[in-house]
């Protein structure tokens, strides 16, 4: 099973990573969760004694059948951008001390073909549907709790692939 030690701060902040993936025309890659209406990028639990870059190539490999080889690293987030899950999701076998996710997001562009993509890689499936989008539309689609982070990391990594005034994240 995935992320079988976690990692949460003494804040309550599970360690985490994001994962922005691009392709050549600065669509984004958007995935669906199996058997829901809600749309994400792929994300994953950092383990215990696991870099970020380390849980960064995992997550990739099991959510999105990907290689590092398959990939171009563009860059990470400055720091960790923190969300708070709203307290019916929140897990209360970790003794309600975790309270939401911290994340490092990576922006990464795809170098390989697209016929890479394989979301049955893992046993454990988290998507059944992706599909490439510009910028905007993830910070209108992803739910509610996480459309700040989503709002923050965008802002910092799309300059990267686009220059500085292309996205522009709506309020």
């Excluded at 490999?61 to 923190?82: A, H, I, M, P, Y």
């Excluded at 998507?127 to 509610?144: A, K, M, S």
């Excluded at 459309?147 to 802002?155: E, F, G, K, T």
Aim: hydrophobic content about 35%; charged content about 25%.
């Amino acid at each position: 099973m995935k992320d079988t030690v976690q990692v949460i701060d003494t804040e309550g902040y599970r360690s985490n990573v994001g994962i922005i993936l691009c392709n050549a025309y600065g669509q984004l890659f958007w995935a669906r969760r199996i058997g829901e209406d809600a749309w994400q990028f792929p994300q994953g639990g950092i383990q215990y004694n696991e870099s970020s870059e380390q849980a960064l190539y995992r997550e990739l490999e099991e959510e999105v059948g990907l290689k590092t080889r398959d990939v171009e690293l563009l860059g990470c987030t400055r720091g960790w951008l923190r969300y708070q899950l709203p307290q019916r999701m929140r897990r209360h076998h970790c003794g309600n001390r975790f309270i939401g996710q911290k994340q490092i997001w990576f922006l990464l562009k795809l170098t390989a073909s697209e016929g890479q993509v394989c979301l049955g890689a893992s046993t454990e499936p988290e998507f059944d549907r992706w599909r490439w989008v510009p910028p905007e539309v993830t910070v209108n689609e992803v739910i509610g709790f996480k459309r700040a982070v989503y709002r923050q990391a965008l802002q910092e990594l799309m300059p990267m692939i686009n220059g500085p005034s292309r996205f522009i994240a709506h309020a």
